[in-house]
Nanobody
């Protein structure tokens, strides 16, 4: 099983990034997918989640209206489009796969830094 995040980087406040998470080794379309983040000295927190078929999404209040989670089950990939980035969005972003009664999987993380 692998979850490989990409798309992180350094951006100025107000900028945008699109994170991707490519999955392999499990039945991607059967798993709900989420993005979490962890800033230095803080606990890991949920950013956004999407149901297995993509029909349901939810967001942390801190990113609501600025971020969009989506998935392409044909490509086994989940995305997080982040706009109007703020310095407080700086964190390592992790991809998560979860299915009731099955193992939970995590990616290795991708760094997002928002700074002028």
């Amino acid at each position: 099983v692998q979850l490989v995040e990409s798309g992180g980087g350094s951006v100025q406040p107000g900028g945008s990034l699109r994170l991707s998470c490519a999955a392999s080794g499990f039945t991607f379309s059967s798993y709900a997918m989420s993005w979490y983040r962890q800033a230095p000295g803080k606990e890991r927190e949920l950013v956004a989640a999407i149901s297995s078929a993509g029909g349901s999404t939810n967001y942390a209040d801190s990113v609501k209206g600025r971020s969009t989670i989506s998935r392409d089950n044909a490509k086994n990939t989940v995305y997080l489009q982040m706009n109007s980035l703020k310095p407080e969005d700086t964190a390592v972003y992790y991809c998560n796969a979860r299915r009731v009664g099955r193992n939970e999987y995590w990616g290795q993380g991708t760094q997002v830094t928002v700074s002028s």
